[in-house]
């Protein structure tokens, strides 16, 4: 059974900064890569942040280029997103994914057809 919790959510100012995990149950966490992604209010889900396997490929967003940090454990089965200079627009149900082992683990992803594994996702909501 493959499990992916998200925590770490909640309302934050605008300029804050939030830290999210995503703690997997899976026992191939460590052969496969990761990623991050988020839904708006009335906003199509969109791409945040992926990592492969070994942390030495990271993919973002351009619109959270220099803000998002994406990181993993992999001893802990847990992907991290540490957010930082938070904006209104960052609102968002973010969602933690891990991709299809079908897919080189070396790589990180930003194509969510590549992801077969979704979390059931964490608010987060920033204020203006």
């Known amino acids: 059974q493959v499990q992916l919790v998200e925590s770490g959510g909640g309302l934050v100012q605008a300029g804050g900064s939030l830290a999210l995990s995503c703690a997997a149950s899976?026992?191939?966490?460590?052969?496969?890569?990761m990623g991050w992604f988020r839904q708006g209010p009335g906003r199509e889900r969109e791409f945040v942040a992926g990592i492969s396997w070994s942390g030495g490929s990271t993919s973002y967003a351009d619109s959270v280029k220099g803000r998002f940090t994406i990181s993993r454990d992999n001893a802990k089965n847990t992907v991290y997103l540490q957010m930082n200079s938070l904006k209104p627009e960052d609102t968002a149900l973010y969602y933690c994914?891990?991709?299809?082992?079908?897919?080189?683990?070396?790589?990180?992803?930003?194509?969510?057809?590549?992801?077969?594994?979704w979390g059931q996702g964490t608010q987060v909501t920033v204020s203006s």
């Open positions: 994914a891990a991709v299809s082992s079908g897919y080189s683990s070396r790589l990180s992803y930003t194509d969510s057809g590549k992801y077969a594994y």
């Open positions: 899976i026992r191939t966490f460590s052969g496969r890569s």
